[in-house]
């Protein structure tokens, strides 16, 4: 008598292997093109099997801020200057973010109130009350925070990938009308992100340590 075909045994689900197929599909598909049901479809089960690790979608995307958070890696150094720790800091963050662009438009307007994410804030905002009065030290970081993050958004879901009008103007007529604009755009390709965000980023570091100076110097 010939034996039955076995069923294949499925790879058991976890938290991690939920969150690792949750992030490929979010890059696949984009996030309008994520849910539930396709996540579990790639994972070879039924959403509710989902659910029993995340009760919700919204628990799923909370535990993928707090997975972006830990790929950032260790926080700078203590060894190193305090400036140079800020440096570090915003490489780190920018690299986190950018990694996963199509999740990044979620972390990036999402408020990071989970507790991984808010340990990470209260480090940040720390580093700068080492050198800098609280109220001060607060809006140096969320400037800080507007450039690192709108640099991210433009690097993932900005200018280089968004919509074009209707009727785009004709080359030769860039190059006539609008010189400045057309001379520019072959610094507005990806792979001149690296060189604008690090000249933005010594730009902002140079204005930090000015204003650190004044504090000392006004005692």
Not at 36 to 64: C, N, Q, V, W
Not at 119 to 138: C, G, M, N, T, Y
Not at 169 to 187: N, Q
Request: proline share 5%; glycine share 8%; charged share 25%.
């Amino acid at each position: 008598m010939a034996k039955a075909a076995r069923t294949p045994v499925k790879e058991p689900l976890s938290r991690e292997r939920i969150e690792a197929a949750a992030l490929e599909l979010i890059e696949a598909e984009g996030l309008d093109g994520f849910s539930t049901r396709k996540l579990a479809a790639r994972l070879g089960y039924e959403a509710m099997s989902i659910y029993h690790y995340f009760p919700s979608k919204g628990h799923l995307m909370d535990a993928l801020i707090d997975h972006v958070i830990d790929e950032m890696g260790n926080f700078p150094e203590t060894s190193l200057p305090w400036l140079e720790r800020v440096r570090v800091l915003g490489r780190i963050v920018r690299r986190g973010f950018t990694k996963r662009p199509g999740l990044f438009v979620f972390v990036a307007t999402h408020r990071m109130n989970t507790r991984k994410a808010l340990a990470f804030l209260d480090r940040s905002i720390a580093l700068f009350e080492l050198k800098l009065p609280h109220e001060l030290a607060v809006r140096t970081f969320r400037s800080v925070s507007y450039y690192v993050v709108g640099a991210g958004l433009d690097e993932t879901a900005g200018y280089a990938r968004g919509p074009s009008t209707v009727e785009p103007v004709p080359e030769d007529v860039m190059r006539r009308d609008y010189p400045s604009v057309f001379a520019a755009g072959r610094f507005f390709t990806p792979a001149d992100f690296d060189a604008t965000f690090e000249l933005g980023w010594e730009l902002m570091l140079t204005g930090i340590a000015a204003l650190v100076r004044a504090q000392e110097s006004n005692g």
